[in-house]
């Protein structure tokens, strides 16, 4: 093919991918894709929660700065103008007032849910001390509420319901809606629509509930502050995407600086930059040919790691002599520049073939990038070029103690061995096991997150206890019975307070037998002529009663089905619900818990249907199997680079020379990092793959067998070029006050650096004929 | 059968209240007699407001009797009322048992004889709120804050009047049918409260010293 077209081909090819991401290209921002397969029931409890749970999509927000009346007044105006709007599922500033629908629902059901319902309860004796005791209340203010229901109601069942559902003493309240005990906060909650955890989704809330303030407070007094994980989640997006922003600005100068040092000349600059965008540019269309969308983690991650590509150009750059046409030079390099390549590319070949979607995703745009990047170097790069540039010739580089450090192999593998001793002793000190630490949230913020939750009375998230089973009315009947166990604990003073489905669903059994302890009708009748004497009823006073327990007799049992609608079902959601063939329900917690005490009382059921979760222990657990998962992807990928490069090398001692200094950088990084006292975590484990990536084309530029001392100064250029640009750009990113920024900065510096001073130990001797110019 | 119960009923409120009606215009006729007010004087809305409005505080005794449809009598309790503006409302019962009900903003703090309390929002109670607010208003002679809840009626001179409120509002109509409060000049003497189902609530104020 001609050049020209070449380039018009080419140019083609870009215009599709640009057209396919200008209609098609949509930036994924649920997290749930980089979540790990869960395998125990904790894990899949947790995902499930996280995914779907109300729990993480609940936004607080707090309104401070003003006397009560106007927060309080600000509360209700936003709390309106949030209801409405369909980016919440459900905006509220005071407990929702229960409707008519669901009171009658409960009333008229108070017979199945009634948790304190015991056949003595009808007994004349009792009776009567229930009606004379609600009498005397009546006659007081006390009384209010059970005045309204003592002709239908008069063993107060329904007034035992609405207690024990509201045991826990209610949210401080001022001129009706949710305040701080110092009455110097409003809280507002609402739960944000989202599928899945989607950062866009929350962030477009956190907008919306920003703008409609700011509309409504005019006078700036008061100040709004957001908590909960959809605040933080955006938050710390929001925070990474600035640094990002701020740094790579940054970085961007400064490598455009030492280039210019280096090539004199603007346009090479960009034109350094081509093989790298169009690498972006295909991988980004692929993916979304390939998956639908593209997640932001792939796009950003999958830049930092086909970053690498930089150096393409730079080669090509460096390598051309005086009055020679790009293309030539390109010829010589290419057979070094393509191993690099493929042996890269080939590496995370081994990831497309796991089965987390996030790492393939980010394994197809890493091959996709760096592929494109080397075939625009080889073929598109140097026509573009021409001689355009070349009034600069780039130095050549001798001053450095190459010869010196070729000939110190043998401190380096003295270092290598001190180094691996290290790592062996430390290996428990490796890993960050609690992903906490890498949260980017301030820790001012979790403060106060944590004192908003407990103003709120939200259940502790320290510990829930799951039951899990194949059917509704199994889990219910499992739930009843752990329920009692903590009824129990209750009693005893030991735990605060509980929630479980059961106290709004009981089990059909329950509900059945809560029927037979009604008496009959007959006896019902009797036993209040008996209860009446004494008491200023009249005759026919409990009609409505003796009519009620009858109907109750017959009524249709309680399912899920039944609750649809009315305020039950939105508790019942938080504590109960069905994935595939299995169902869920989880018991809550009031105020603090102690694990072994809740171990205990689970102890007795089989431990995969009944559970204890620590969702913060669970949640490491997931990560790390995790990493430990990709770590077995990257050892595949590392496996395939060594044969790759042993195909390609055809010796065993060339494929170590190559490998040697890069696994000694690898090493020396981690053992630098642990010093440091940072313990390795994925973000680590991705910046290695990039080092990886660098240090094979280095090691393979300096490895190139019959290089001429001509070559090998321009070769340095090269290197000392590329590596110099990779450090500035990540030195950069290592001052970030962002922890997953500064683990890929530092990672990156003083990887990148060792791979070059390694490899230039492990370097080739050049011949001695300079046949050159 | 619940209709027939509530429309005999309805009879019965009706004879109370003109037993009520009778009782005043009867004390009233009593005063004249004496020589007490020998001038009849006319009086509206806002002035009977004013005057309410003038007592910054209140202190009285009461009694109570509860009338449920479901009773042959009336539940009887007795006690004493207290009221400052703009919003402190306390009722203390003696009798039979003993219990503080305090009325801050928005806020009802019951409390028994071992004071325990429990504090509750106004709002989650629409009838408590209801008469609450509407005795507030009184005490307080907000004339706008109660013609935006209630339809007022009010009769009688200043010596002898009755105000008659019925609320507005739908919703409040479905828990209280209406209360009625008598009262001589800016003292209030007796308030009757209606709920729709029928039960009925009348508190005598015994004396009023300020």
Known sequence: M?????????????????????????????????????????????????????????????????DSKTLARLSNSLTLKLKNDSAFIKVLNSEASVTDQTENFIFSNRYLLS??????????????????????????????????????????????????????????????????????????????????????????????????????????????????????????????????????????????????????????????LIPLLCGVLISISAIVLIFGSIHGITLAFGIVIIGVAIDYPLHLFSHIKVNEHPSDAMDRIWPTLRLGVLTTALGFVSMIFSNFDGLIQLATFTVCGLV??????????????????????????????VEFLMKSKFIFYIFLAGIITFLVFQRSELWENDIAQLSPVPSLQLALDRQI??????????YWVIVKGKSEQSVLRLTESVAEKFQALKNQGEISGFDAVTKYLPSLEKQAKRIETLPSIDQLKENLRIAKKGLPFRENAFEGFIQEVSNAKKSKLLTSEQLRGTLLEARINKLFYRQE???????????????????????????????VLEPRKTSNILINRYRDRALLFF???FLIIVLTLRVALRQWVAVGRVLIPILGSVLTVTAVLITAKIPLSLFHL???????????????????????????????????????????????????????????????????????????????????IDNSV | MKKELNTSFYALRIVIFIGIFFFHSAEAFDDNLLGRSNQTCTLDLPELMVSLAGKKERSAQFKEEKFLKILNKPLRSEGILRFRAPDYLEKITTKPKKERLVLKSEFVTISDQQDKSQTFS??????????????????????????????????GNCNQWSLILIPISASALEIMDRFIILGREENIQKITWVESNGDFTIMTIEKESS
């Open chain 1, 372 to 401: 494109t990047a080397a075939l625009v170097t080889r073929h598109i790069l140097p026509h573009i070029t021409g001689f355009s540039f070349l009034e600069y010739l780039p130095p050549r580089i001798e001053v450095l103690p």
């Open chain 1, 115 to 272: 948790p304190t319902l015991y056949r003595e309860d009808f007994s004349p004796q009792s009776l009567h001390y229930t009606l004379s005791e609600t009498l005397d209340r009546i006659a007081l203010s006390r009384g209010f509420l059970e005045k309204r229901y003592l002709d239908r109601d008069p063993s107060g069942e329904f007034i035992s319901i609405l207690r024990s559902w509201t045991e826990t003493p209610l949210l401080n309240k001022k001129h009706g809606v949710w305040f701080s005990m110092d009455g110097k906060h409003a809280f507002l909650v609402s739960e944000i629509f989202s599928e899945g955890f989607n950062l866009n989704q929350f962030e477009n809330a956190i907008h919306i509930i920003d703008d409609s303030f700011k509309e409504l407070e005019q006078n700036n007094s008061v100040s709004l502050h957001m908590v909960g994980p959809p605040a933080f989640a955006v938050a710390s997006r929001e925070s990474i995407r600035r640094d990002a922003t701020r740094l790579s600005i940054i970085a961007t100068c400064l490598v455009i600086g030492i280039l210019y040092l280096f090539f004199r000349s603007i346009t090479l600059i960009f034109l350094c």
């Open chain 2, 122 to 155: 106004l709002d989650d109670y629409p009838p408590l709120k209801e008469l609450l607010n509407g005795i507030r208003f009184i005490l307080l002679g907000n004339l706008d804050a109660l013609t935006e809840y209630y339809d007022l009626d009010l009769k």
């Open chain 1, 453 to 462: 939750r407990q103003e709120l009375n939200l259940p502790n998230v320290s």
């Open chain 1, 581 to 611: 063939n299995l169902w869920f329900s989880l018991i809550t917690f009031k105020g603090s818990v102690d694990e072994k005490l809740l171990a205990r009382a689970t102890s007795s059921f089989p431990s995969n249907s009944v559970f």
């Open chain 1, 686 to 768: 991705v910046s290695l793959l990039l080092v990886i990536g660098l240090g094979i084309d280095y090691a393979l530029f300096l490895n190139h067998k019959l290089i001429l001392k001509q070559e090998r100064s321009k070769t340095l250029h090269a290197l000392i070029v590329c590596n110099l640009s990779t450090v500035t750009v990540f030195g950069t990113l290592a001052f970030s006050t962002t922890p997953v920024l500064r683990a890929i900065g530092t990672t990156v510096v003083i990887g990148a650096f060792l791979c070059l001073l390694f490899s230039l130990i492990f370097a080739s001797k050049p011949k001695m």
């Open chain 1, 2 to 66: 001609k050049p020209r077209t070449k380039i018009i081909f080419w140019i083609g090819i870009l215009f599709i991918a640009f057209l396919i991401i200008i209609f098609r290209a949509r930036v994924e921002t649920d997290i749930s894709l980089f979540l790990p397969q869960s395998s125990s029931p904790q894990e899949q409890f947790l995902i499930n929660q996280f995914r779907h749970g109300p729990g993480s999509k609940l936004l607080i927000i707090s309104l401070q700065g003003a």
């Open chain 1, 635 to 637: 050892g595949w990928g």
